[in-house]
C-alpha cells in the first residue's frame, strides 16, 4: 500500500474535473501571508533564544522584554486583537487566529507581542465599555504595555461554573462605590496596577442584573494580595492572586458600563476570550509536535532511530491529524466571528476538543522524550503543566458539552414546532 | 456559566475589529448551495421513504430503483464523480464532497444518484484511461447506470496492504491475454456485467511495473463466481463475491491502460476513492446524529427524557464536534485537490480519522436507543455493521498512520537538509 | 530493557522473602483444575469442530446437538448453575465462572452445556420460587434441555432502565389470571414451550409491590409471536420475539412466586445473571484473543509477520492485560457472592467494564484480520455483532455506572454520619 | 433498573448454591489485616497532618521525620521490603502490597515507613550481594534510616530503553577501580552518602556480561553533583542530580557482586522495584479518588451538588471500577512472585495499566474540585506532576507492552511446536 501510495501519479490526469469552483477556500490573503512570515522569522530570531530567561510567574526581566516589544511594534505586530485607532493591527478573528498560533508557540511571546491575558482581555471591555477617561488613564499605557492589569471574577467560596452566586459586593456611599470581596485565581495580580472586578450592585435583581464591574487601582488602600497562590502552570507574569477587597472605596466614575451590566461585559470578554486561548494552543500543540519529531529522528535506541519505532509513527500521525482538525475547527470559529455570529456552539467546542488535543500532543512529545521530557530542559514540560488549566479555566469542559448539546437540542426543537 | 452564556450580547461592538478580510472561507457558492438544497429535499421526499425496499446485499428492486434515477438525472444531480461530457456534474472535489455528505445519508442514495462504489471509480479509470472503444462498450453504459461492474485486486492468499505480492497472472498467448487469477471482496460482483482485473504481466519488473488491468466479460466463460461472501455489512448491491479467473482469454484491445501500469491506475482509483468514502461517511455520521438527538428528545426514563441526562448530552457535543472536525478535515483535503495537489497525508488523515469518528457517532446513537439500536427498525443497526469496515477498506488505520508518519517525517528531514 | 529483562535470575535469592504468607489465593482447587482440563478438552474435540453446524437464531440441529448434550451429562458438567438434586453441578459463582469462561469460548457451547440464556436465568427462578407442581413440569425437562423457554419483561413503550412503568396487567378473574401484555426482546421465544411474564397485579400499589411474575404456555391462544425481530446478533436459538399476550386466561397456580414479588424475583434472576454474562465474555474475549495472536503468526505483509509490526505488539498487549483486569474483577464479585454479598457494586463493574474490554478486543482481533474479520469465515464477525449489545442488555452501561457511583457517594455518605 | 437494584433481596436463597468452595480467595489473613488497621490509623493521626510541612526535592524536616519513623519502627512496620533480621518485616510481596497501598497515600509516608526508593531497591540488592562488611557498613545505617543512597545506571547520552550502550567505564588499577561516568536522574543525590553505579567492566564481552556495580562514597573526590535536575514532580527527598564520576578511585572491596553481574543485579532490583511502585500508585489514587469523592459531596454549582451530576457520577463509577482492576492485578502478580514465579507479563502488564489507571484518577479528581485542583492547596496538584514520570521510569509503556506482547507470542509460539 505505501508502495501503491509512492507510485508517482499524473495529477493533470484530474484537472478537467475540476468544473465548479469551490468556495471553500483554506488559503490566506497575501496580508496574511506576509504577516504569518514575518511573525515566523521573528520567533526563530528573538523569541526562543530568549525563553532560557523566562522566570517562573514572573516571565522575562523588563531589559529583555522592552527592546523585543518596541521591536514587535515597529514591525506592526504589536497586539493583534486591538483596534487600529489605539495602537493594534485591526484584524478579523481569523487573521488574529493565524496569528495566535504563531504567538502561541512560546510562553514569553503572548508578552512580547502585547496579546498576553488577562490583559488583552480587559483591553477589549476597556475599548468597548469605557468612558473616554477610563480610556485615557487605563486602555491606553494598557495597551501600550506600559502597565498590567488583573481580572477579578472567580471566587474560593462558590463554584466558578455558576457565576450569580459570587459574593462579591459593591455600596453606594454617596458619589463612591465601597467594594467587599474576597477573589481568587487573579491571574497577573503581582505588579497590576488596577483590576477590574466584578461585584453585586443588586444583589435581589435578577441574576444577569445582579453585578456591575469596576475599575479599582492596586494602590487602593483596600486592595490586599492575600498571597500568590501556588499554581501548577507558571507561564503567567505576575501568577495567580487571591486577593481580598477590603472597604475598597473608589469613585463613581470608576464603574466599568452600566450598572447591572456586568454579566454582559464579562460576556464579551469571555466569548472571544476562549478562541484566543484556543487559537494560542495549536501554537503550543504544534511547537510541542515540532519538539516530537525532531527528537525521533535524533535518538536512537536499539539501533533505530525512534521515528522509526511504529509506536512513535503512530503518535506522529495521531498528533499531526488531531492539530489539523483543532485548527480547522478555531478556524471556522474565527470565520464565523467574522461574519457577525456568536458561534457560541463552535466556541465551546473548540474549547474542550482543543484542549484534549493540547494535552494528548504534549503528553506524547514527553513520551517520546523520556525522562528528558520532565524535566525543564525542555519547554514539555512547562507546557504539561500549564495545559491542564485549559479544561478548566474560561469554563471547563464539563459547561463547554453542555453548551453544546444544549445549543443543537434548542435547534433541534425549534426546528420540530415549525414542522 | 449557561446563565452566562445565554446572556444576550450586543456583538454589533465586535463589528468594528474587522479589518483585513479573512480569506479563509467556509461559505458554499450560490451553486453548492442551491445544489445542497435540492438533494437534501429529494432525500427528504424520494430517498428515505424507499430505504424500507432495499434487499440486503442486492439494494433497491429495479421497479423501484430505475425512476428515482430518471429523476435525480432531471435534477441534474446525476453521477456527481464524472465529467459533463460523460453525463456528469464536472465539480471539483469540494463540490462533490459538499454532495457527498448528503448522499451518503442513506445507503440506497449512491445507487438513486449514480455514484456508488466501485462503480464510481471504475468510471474514473475508464475515463481517464479507456480507449474509445472501451468508453463506448464500458463506460457509458456504465455512468448511465444501465449496466454494474466490479474490481478485483484483493486476494485471499496476500496481504492487502502489500498489493506488491499479488499472484494473479495474464499470460500473452497470440493476440490474446489469458488471466488466471482468484480473487475475493470484488464488490458488486453478483450481477455485474464485467469486471477490472488487476493481474501481473511481467513478474521479473519492479514491483511497480510489474501489473496490468483487464476488462474482462462477466460472461467469459473462466469467470467464476466461487461464492457470495458472507460480510458484516449488507449495504453494497451484488454482494462480495470470490471469483475465480481460470484461463480467461481476452483480447489484447481488453487491457486498460497500458502495460505496467496497474499500479498507476489502481492508486489514481483509490485515491479519490478514498476522499469519496470520507465524505459519504460525514452523511452517515450526520444521520446517525440526527437520529440519536432525534430519541433523546422523544424517549423517556424514569421521568426525564434521554435528552435531559448529562451522560446523553455529553454524546451528543462529543458526537456533533467529531463530526465537525471530520467534515472540516474532508473538506479541506478536497479543496487541496481542488489546487491540483495530491493532498496524501491528508487524505490518509481522513481515511483513520473520519472511520473512527463514523463508528463512535454511531456507536452512541445506537447506546441511546438501548435495544432497539440493536434491531433494524432504525437505519443504525445497519451502518453500524457497514461502518466496521471503514477501518480496513482502501487501506486500514494501521497504513494510514503509517503514510502521515512518512510523510511529515519526510518533510522533517529535507528541511534540515536545506538548513 | 528488553535485554534486561531477559537475563536470566536467580530467582532463589528472593525466596527468603517470604515471610507472611499470602491469603489472597488466585489457584484453583483440585476440583476446579479437573472441571476446567475436562471442559477444554471436550470443546476442543466435539464443540469447536461443530461450530460450522450453527444456523442463525436456530442454533444447532437437534441431530447434532443432543448427542454432544448427552456427552456433556455423563462427564458431570451439565447445568454449571442448577443444584445436584436437580441434575447440575451444585457449585459456586467462583467454580461458576471458571467454567463459564471456557463454555464461553463458543456460541454453540452453552447450549451443549446446558446454561444457556435465558433458560439458565428461569431455571434459577423456578428453583427458588416455584411450587413443587411448577418444578415437576416445568423446571425438571427445562433442566433436562428437553423443552426451551422464554422471559417476557421488556417492552416496546417503555424504557427498559425503568421497569415500574411496565405497562403488562394481569386480572384476576374467579380463580383466572387474564394477562394482556406487548413484549419485545423476547429471547429464545420462536420454539418456546412456555414464557415467565412479568405483569402488573397492582397498578396502584408501591412501585416494588405492583408486579408478579407468572408462566404462560406457548400454545396459549393468546400467546401471538407477532413477529422476530431482525436484530445484529445471532447466537441464540429461538431467536428474540415480539409477542403479543392477548386476555391470555391462565390458572392461578402458574403464578410463580407470591402476588406482588414480581421485581424480587426480577432482580434475582438479573443479579446473577450479568455476571454470568461476564464470565462468559471472559471466553469470547480469550478465543478472540487466541485468534489474533493465532493469525499475526500466520500472516505476512511486506515481508513481516503481522506479529512483528509494534501496533499489532500493543493490540497484543492492550488485550492480554484488559482481559487479565476484567477475568480478575469477574472472579473477585463471584467469590464476594460465594461469601454470602450480593456485590451489587462490583457486578455492575464488571458489567460495563467487561463489554468493554469484550467490544475492545473483538475489535482488536477483527483489524488483525483485515478483511478476513468482516467475513463469516471466522467466529470473529459472530462475536463482533453479538458483543454490541452487551453494553445494552442487563442493563445499560450507563445505568450500571450510576449505580456504582451511588453506591460509592452512599458508602461515603454513611461514614461521614458515623464521624 | 436502579428501583430494581434498590430492591431488598432476600440472599438466603442463594446459599444453597455454594457446593464445590472455591479457592480463589481475596481475603487477608488476621496478621495482614491487623496491620492494615494499624497503619490505616497511623497514616490517619501523624501523616497527614505532616504533609504540610514536606518541602519539594527535600521532604520532611529531621525534626518532623525521626519522632515518626520511631513510633513505625515500636509498631513494627518499619522497612516492609526487608527480611526480619536486617529490621524489616519479613513479609511476602502480597503483604507488601497491601501495606504499600496505604503507604502510598502519602508522598512522605515512604520516608516514615522506611521504604522509600531508592533505598529501599539498594537495600534489597545490597541484602543479596553485599559482603558482610558491605552489610555493615552500607546496609545497616541504610535500613535502620540513618543515612540515605542513590543509584546510579540512567546516561543523558544514551536512551534508558537499552541499557546495552550505557558508556560508563570502570577500569582496574591495581587493587583499586576508577570510575569514569556522566549519569543523570539519580534519584536522591543531593545528601546521599554513597551510590551505586553501574559501569562497564569488560566493554567487549557479551552485553549481559559487561556491566558490574560499584559502591561509591559521595565523599569521594570524583563525585560531582553536576546540578540538581529541574524536574516536574517534587516528591523525592534529595531531588534527582545530574552527576559525573571523574576518575572516581575505589577500592576493589566496593565491588558490588561479582564482576560482569551488572545487568543480573540491576533487574533484581528493578523487577520487584516496578511491583513495588505499582503497589504504592494503588494509593495514590485512592486518595485522589477519595478526595474527588469527598469533594463532590461538598461542592455545589447551580443548586446541586457535584455528586448529582451524571458526569460527575460517571468519574467516579470509572475511577472506582479502574481502581479496582488496576489493584486485583497488582495483587495477582505479588501473588505469582511469593509462588516463586518472575511474574515478568504481569509485572509489565501492572506498569503500563496502572500508571494510566494512576494518571487518569488524578486527572478527573482534578477536574472536579476545578481551579482548585491545580493549586497546591489539595495533594493533587503534586500527584499530577509526578504522576507523570511513572510512564517512564522502570521502563516507558512501549517497553512494557512490548514485553508483554513477546511473552506471549513466545508462549504461543512454543505451544505450536509442541502440537
Not at 19 to 37: A, H, K, L, Y
Not at 71 to 93: D, N, Q, S, T, Y
Amino acid at each position: 500500500m505505501i508502495e501503491l501510495v509512492d507510485a508517482i501519479i499524473d495529477l493533470f490526469i484530474f484537472k478537467h474535473l475540476t468544473g465548479v469552483m469551490s468556495m471553500f477556500d483554506f488559503s490566506p490573503t497575501p496580508e496574511q501571508q506576509e504577516m504569518i512570515e514575518k511573525a515566523t522569522a521573528f520567533m526563530d530570531e528573538y523569541v526562543y533564544p530568549n525563553e532560557k530567561y523566562m522566570v517562573p510567574h514572573r516571565g522575562l526581566p523588563e531589559d529583555i522584554l522592552r527592546p523585543l516589544q518596541a521591536r514587535v511594534k515597529e514591525m506592526g505586530l504589536w497586539a493583534g486583537h486591538m483596534p487600529k485607532e489605539i495602537g493594534g493591527m485591526g484584524m478579523g478573528f481569523v487573521s488574529l487566529g493565524l496569528l495566535s498560533e504563531i504567538i502561541g508557540r512560546s510562553p514569553i511571546a503572548p508578552y512580547i507581542f502585547g496579546s498576553m491575558a488577562p490583559d488583552a482581555g480587559n483591553s477589549e471591555i476597556l475599548w468597548h465599555a469605557g468612558t473616554p477617561e477610563q480610556k485615557r488613564k487605563y486602555l491606553i499605557p494598557l495597551v501600550n504595555g506600559e502597565i498590567r492589569s488583573c481580572f477579578a471574577m472567580t471566587e474560593p467560596e462558590v463554584s466558578g461554573s455558576d457565576p450569580t452566586t459570587l459574593q462579591a459586593r459593591a455600596e453606594k456611599d454617596g458619589n463612591d462605590w465601597v467594594i467587599n470581596a474576597h477573589k481568587w485565581f487573579t491571574t497577573g495580580a503581582i505588579g497590576a496596577s488596577f483590576s477590574i472586578v466584578m461585584a453585586a450592585t443588586d444583589p435581589d435583581a435578577p441574576p444577569h442584573k445582579r453585578f456591575s464591574m469596576f475599575i479599582v487601582d492596586a494602590d487602593n488602600p483596600g486592595f490586599e494580595i492575600v498571597r500568590e497562590i501556588p499554581i501548577m502552570g507558571d507561564h503567567y507574569t505576575g501568577g495567580h492572586g487571591e486577593v481580598r477587597y477590603t472597604n475598597c472605596r473608589i469613585p463613581a466614575e470608576n464603574m466599568l458600563g452600566n450598572r447591572g451590566e456586568g454579566f454582559k461585559l464579562a460576556q464579551l470578554r469571555l466569548g472571544p476570550g476562549r478562541i484566543t486561548h484556543a487559537m494560542r494552543w495549536i501554537g503550543v500543540a504544534k511547537r510541542s509536535f515540532d519538539l516530537m519529531v525532531d527528537y525521533s529522528l535524533r535518538r536512537e535506541t536499539r539501533g533505530k532511530k525512534l521515528a522509526e519505532f511504529q509506536t512513535i509513527q503512530n503518535f506522529i500521525a495521531d498528533s499531526a491529524t488531531e492539530i489539523e482538525a483543532a485548527r480547522l475547527m478555531t478556524l471556522y470559529a474565527a470565520w464565523k466571528m467574522d461574519q457577525g455570529d456568536q458561534a457560541r456552539k463552535e466556541i465551546s467546542m473548540i474549547k474542550f476538543f482543543g484542549a484534549k488535543v493540547l494535552q494528548d500532543v504534549i503528553d506524547r512529545a514527553i513520551q517520546v522524550h523520556g525522562a528528558l521530557g520532565i524535566t525543564a530542559d525542555t519547554p514539555l514540560e512547562g507546557f504539561y503543566r500549564e495545559a491542564r488549566s485549559a479544561r478548566i479555566y474560561d469554563g471547563p469542559d464539563e459547561v463547554h458539552r453542555m453548551v453544546v448539546a444544549k445549543q443543537i437540542l434548542k435547534a433541534f426543537q425549534a426546528e420540530r414546532q415549525l414542522v
